[in-house]
C-alpha cells in the first residue's frame, strides 16, 4: 500500500506561483497513474491533473491548462504540479492521488483513485 506526502503549498499573490510535491513511500510508485486534485471549501473536490506511468500521457483541467504543468520523477518516487499565474480560485487544499491502473471511467474521476495523500493547502491573495 502507498503511502503519499505532500508539500510545497503556501500563501501567495494572485500571479505568483507554487511547486507542489508529493512523495511516494514505495519503490513501485512508476507503475502508479497519479492525479492531482483540489477541493475549495463548500466545494466538491475537483480535478486538476493527472499523468501515466511513464509520463507520457498528460491530463489537465481546462481551468488549469497553459498555468499548471504536471512531472513526475520516478527515480524520487515523487510527483510535482508546478503551478504558475495563481489565481484567488486556485486557493484550496491540493491531493495527490494514486491508482495501480490507468483510471477506467475517466482520469478525472476522484473514485478511481485508490491511494490518497493527506493535502496541502494553497491560498491565493488577490
Known amino acids: 500500500q502507498v503511502q503519499l506526502v505532500e508539500s510545497g503549498g503556501g500563501l501567495v499573490q494572485a500571479g505568483g506561483s507554487l511547486r507542489l510535491s508529493c512523495a511516494a513511500s514505495?519503490?513501485?510508485?512508476?507503475?502508479?497513474?497519479m492525479g492531482w486534485f483540489r477541493q475549495a471549501p463548500g466545494k466538491e473536490r475537483e480535478f486538476v491533473a493527472a499523468?501515466?506511468?511513464?509520463?507520457?500521457?498528460?491530463y489537465y483541467a481546462d481551468s488549469v491548462k497553459g498555468r499548471f504543468t504536471i512531472s513526475r520523477d520516478n527515480a524520487k518516487n515523487t510527483v510535482y504540479l508546478q503551478m504558475n499565474s495563481l489565481k484567488s480560485e486556485d486557493t484550496a487544499v491540493y491531493y495527490c492521488?494514486?491508482?495501480?491502473?490507468?483510471?477506467?471511467?475517466?482520469?478525472?474521476?476522484?473514485?478511481?483513485?485508490?491511494?490518497w495523500g493527506q493535502g496541502t493547502q494553497v491560498t491565493v491573495s488577490s
Open positions: 514505495e519503490r513501485t510508485f512508476s507503475s502508479y497513474f
Open positions: 492521488a494514486a491508482s495501480r491502473s490507468r483510471p477506467q471511467l475517466g482520469v478525472h474521476n476522484w473514485a478511481e483513485y485508490t491511494y
Open positions: 499523468m501515466s506511468r511513464s509520463g507520457g500521457y498528460i
